[in-house]
């Protein structure tokens, strides 16, 4: 199978970030590299880490997920950010987006969507890289 995606978890609720982390780990593809509990400390991580990929919660003190995501967009563009949050706001989920989110997922509906949409898009980047990395074939 490969050696699974490492994952960086941004969550402020230590409930979540476990859940999350444990949805994750036992899903098999992916390894949690990384815990950050707030916006600050999930760029310093992802920096620090160089995750495969980042789960972002969008409502976080210090730094909210909106404002991280720039600036991982801004050093790392490339890295996929997966954006989740419990409420159901939607202009906060397109300002994500806007801000660089590749996706977002509710947290009602962590289980039955964060890893398959992780999945699809760490392959696509997995992809990418090959591609770039044998001049495009």
Known sequence: MGSPFQ?????DDDSF???????LERDGRF?????ARNGEEAVELAERLTPDAVVMDIEMPVLDGV??????R???????????????YEERALE????????????ARLAE?????????????RVSKS??????R
Request: glycine share 8%; hydrophobic share 45%.
């Open 7 to 11: 994952v960086l978890v941004a969550e």
């Open 96 to 107: 994500i987006r806007r801000a660089g989110a590749n996706d977002y997922v509710r947290k």
């Open 67 to 72: 404002e991280a995501t720039k600036r991982l």
């Open 131 to 136: 591609r770039t990395s044998s001049g495009g």
């Open 74 to 88: 801004a050093s790392r563009p490339e890295l996929p950010i997966v954006a989740v949050s419990g409420h159901d």
């Open 113 to 125: 969507e964060l890893p398959r949409v992780l999945a699809a898009l760490l392959s696509r980047s």
């Open 31 to 35: 390894a949690v590299t990384g815990r």
């Open 17 to 23: 970030l476990a859940a999350i982390a444990l949805l």
